[in-house]
């Protein structure tokens, strides 16, 4: 065997291996256990918190994410496996998301400018591009958002991305391309380079 097919062998395996854990936790989840609940938890709240980050600010991710986990643990029963748990959870992560954003624009009298000051010892803002692609993407419709870092920042097919989003995949590619034309609009009006 060559070494090519000797690593997309060993891949598939990891793959195979991947699913039956994680649907193992899921069912250990569903029985009640709470040792299962936490390694899930760990497993995918970075993920479902940087999501909120860039989907809803600094400010509110900490509460959505956790929103997010008592969602997914309440719902779980509905997952039926058709797709990876990452990509219901992203689904629901997004939805969440796009709630909250809608929720605050009915409440707001005045437009949010930019997030508020973080210190600059946070690492995932100590550069002034990342600032400024934040800002950006904060400018772009929760939408256009969602799918953009679904799929720059989760690396998403756009199958799961239309599994997490709800819209057609060929809607998918639409979006993302305007998303993608619309973020470099903002940052070269924000002074990119």
Known sequence: MDEASQEDSDTTIHNATSIASTQQLVDDCLAGDRCAMQQLYEQCSDDVYGLMIRMVGRQDADDLTQQVFLTMFRKLHQFNGQSKLETWLYRLATNEALQHLRRTKRRSTA???GEPEV?????????EEVQLIEKAMLCLEPELRAI????????LS??????????PEGTVGSRLNRARKELREVLAKLGWE
Do not use: F
Request: net charge negative; charged share 25%; no cysteine.
């Open 111 to 113: 437009p949010l400018v």
């Open 119 to 127: 210190s600059d010892a946070d690492p995932i803002v100590a550069n």
């Open 148 to 155: 953009l870092l679904l799929k720059e920042q989760q690396n």
């Open 158 to 167: 756009y199958r799961e991305i239309a599994e997490s989003t709800g819209i």
